[in-house]
């Protein structure tokens, strides 16, 4: 059984920056895409990034994109979350999730979805507040 740990989150200014950090334990995560997702105080679970096993292509939420990047180690079972010109309205708890059964980021509708994903850490929380 996978597990996964979240870690990095914190409370930060407007426009600074943090990084998160998943660690897969219990099994290897290295031929399963991997995502962020983030759940802002009173709303629905949503899709942050997603990469894909080899790490050779990422996708990212609109919401996100050019501002947060992330990546993979497979050799240490890690993937990051960076995020740079934090807005309050990334305030929420970030989770890192795992899809056992897919290697590549095929349709978007799947992989953006908190439904295909079988494993999930504990989260994180990111507040960005003044």
């Known amino acids: 059984q996978v597990q996964l740990a979240e870690s990095g989150g914190g409370l930060v200014q407007p426009g600074g920056s943090l990084a998160l950090a998943c660690v897969a334990s219990?099994?290897?995560?290295?031929?399963?895409?991997v995502a962020w997702f983030r759940q802002p105080p009173g709303r629905e679970r949503e899709f942050v990034a997603a990469?894909?096993?080899?790490?050779?292509?990422?996708h990212y939420a609109d919401t996100v994109q050019g501002r947060f990047a992330i990546s993979r180690d497979n050799t240490k079972g890690t993937v990051a979350l960076r995020m740079s010109w934090l807005t309050p309205e990334d305030t929420a708890v970030y989770y890192c999730?795992?899809?056992?059964?897919?290697?590549?980021?095929?349709?978007?509708?799947?992989?953006?979805?908190?439904?295909?994903?079988?494993?999930w850490g504990q989260g994180t929380q990111v507040t960005v507040s003044t």
């Open positions: 999730a795992v899809d056992k059964d897919r290697t590549l980021l095929l349709r978007q509708a799947d992989f953006t979805s908190p439904k295909r994903y079988d494993f």
């Open positions: 219990g099994g290897s995560v290295g031929s399963a895409v």
């Open positions: 990469i894909s096993a080899s790490g050779a292509r990422t």
